[in-house]
Nanobody, 121 residues
Framework: VQLQASGGGLVQAGGSLRLACAAS????????MRWYRQAPGKQRELVAS????????NYADFVKGRFTISRDSTENMVYLQMNSLKIEDSAVYYC???????????????WGQGTLVTVSS
């Protein structure tokens, strides 16, 4: 199982980016999917999460009203629409997903490789 994140880049403050993360490989089911971020010298922090089927979303206070998480379960994708970007949003963004590879196995958290978002003034 692999998670592949994409969509990062350089953007001016106030601009927008859309991150995408695709799950591939052989698995039984994907449950909650999340976006984390880690800025240089800081701990990794949870940005947003979305449950299976997109029924429930949660956001960190610092992105509420600016970021939107969504998913396409048919394509095993999760997205993060980031609007009104601030300089302090600059970080490597990682996708994370709870995946059951087989009905007989436990859930396991998988990580993508990260995509760099740089917000300039």
């Amino acid at each position: 199982v692999q998670l592949q994140a994409s969509g990062g880049g350089l953007v001016q403050a106030g601009g927008s980016l859309r991150l995408a993360c695709a799950a591939s490989g052989s698995f039984f089911r994907i449950d909650t999917m999340r976006w984390y971020r880690q800025a240089p010298g800081k701990q990794r922090e949870l940005v947003a999460s979305i449950t299976s089927g997109g029924r429930t979303t949660n956001y960190a206070d610092f992105v509420k009203g600016r970021f939107t998480i969504s998913r396409d379960s048919t394509e095993n994708m999760v997205y993060l629409q980031m609007n009104s970007l601030k300089i302090e949003d600059s970080a490597v963004y990682y996708c994370n997903a709870d995946i059951k590879r087989d009905i007989a196995l436990n859930w396991y958290g998988y990580w993508g490789q990260g995509t760099l978002v740089t917000v300039s003034s």
